[in-house]
């Protein structure tokens, strides 16, 4: 089992990473999709009784990326804010100093459909935040997985997993890439997620990630 696996889309080649991220060695470009920082916070105003330190796990995760991997790019593929709530000063705090370590790091946000509803990051985090799609080389970067008519696209929004099924009524819920020939899918990066199950089908390439690394479902 591989911490990546290499895959060519539109012409690019990209790293798809055991950490649900796709870093494109081209671009010294990291990228993650549906992070909803702040999402504990916003269930916890709620009344739910909610993990903390969802915020700070997903952080300590970019910071391992960052180190390991030469990036000078980060994009986030929509859903940065869960919501309104997580617009508040813990989220913030943390968001802003985990940005005072990374001052020369471009940050940039193609807009979900949470962020539509949380509004953008404030301008001291330094993100330059767009509509979709961001057409980047051969590829178009959304949040919706929807088809481009020129470029190959990447997309968030699903929080793809795969069931793996055992004896009897064993189940492992792991998160996957799917790979298409127009739209491949990313997991979603936040550690408080949630996720879609999806089937295989003609045509797709499903790329499970488990703790020690990635590979690719049989067809």
């Given at each position: 089992?591989?911490?990546?696996?290499?895959?060519?889309?539109?012409?690019?080649?990209?790293?798809?990473?055991?950490?649900?991220?796709?870093?494109?060695?081209?671009?010294?470009?990291?990228?993650?999709?549906?992070?909803?920082?702040?999402?504990?916070?916003?269930?916890?105003?709620?009344?739910?009784?909610?993990?903390?330190?969802?915020?700070?796990?997903?952080?300590a995760a970019l910071?391992?990326?960052?180190?390991?991997?030469?990036?000078?790019?980060?994009?986030?593929?929509?859903?940065?804010?869960?919501?309104?709530?997580?617009?508040?000063?813990?989220?913030?705090?943390?968001?802003?100093?985990?940005?005072?370590?990374?001052?020369?790091?471009?940050?940039?946000?193609?807009?979900?459909?949470?962020?539509?509803?949380?509004?953008?990051?404030?301008?001291?985090?330094?993100?330059?935040?767009?509509?979709?799609?961001?057409?980047?080389?051969?590829?178009?970067?959304?949040?919706?997985?929807?088809?481009?008519?020129?470029?190959?696209?990447?997309?968030?929004?699903?929080?793809?997993?795969?069931?793996?099924?055992?004896?009897?009524?064993?189940?492992?819920?792991?998160?996957?890439?799917?790979?298409?020939?127009?739209?491949?899918?990313?997991?979603?990066?936040?550690?408080?997620?949630?996720?879609y199950a999806l089937?295989?089908?003609?045509?797709?390439?499903?790329?499970?990630?488990?703790?020690?690394?990635?590979?690719?479902?049989?067809?």
């Amino acid at each position: 089992m591989s911490p990546y696996l290499a895959v060519n889309i539109g012409g690019a080649e990209l790293w798809l990473l055991a950490e649900k991220a796709v870093y494109w060695p081209a671009e010294r470009a990291l990228l993650v999709a549906d992070v909803h920082f702040g999402k504990a916070a916003v269930y916890r105003a709620l009344g739910q009784p909610v993990p903390h330190g969802t915020t700070a796990a997903n952080l300590a995760a970019l910071d391992r990326l960052l180190a390991r991997y030469g990036v000078d790019e980060l994009i986030f593929l929509g859903d940065f804010l869960h919501g309104p709530a997580a617009q508040g000063s813990a989220t913030l705090g943390a968001l802003g100093a985990w940005r005072t370590r990374h001052p020369a790091l471009r940050i940039t946000l193609v807009r979900g459909n949470h962020d539509l509803r949380a509004g953008d990051p404030p301008a001291a985090l330094g993100i330059q935040v767009c509509a979709e799609p961001l057409l980047r080389g051969p590829l178009a970067l959304r949040h919706e997985p929807a088809p481009h008519p020129t470029h190959a696209v990447l997309a968030g929004h699903v929080h793809p997993v795969y069931l793996l099924r055992g004896r009897g009524r064993q189940r492992l819920r792991l998160p996957c890439f799917q790979v298409g020939q127009q739209v491949t899918l990313l997991p979603a990066f936040g550690a408080f997620t949630g996720g879609y199950a999806l089937a295989r089908k003609a045509g797709v390439q499903l790329v499970l990630v488990g703790d020690e690394g990635v590979w690719c479902l049989p067809s």
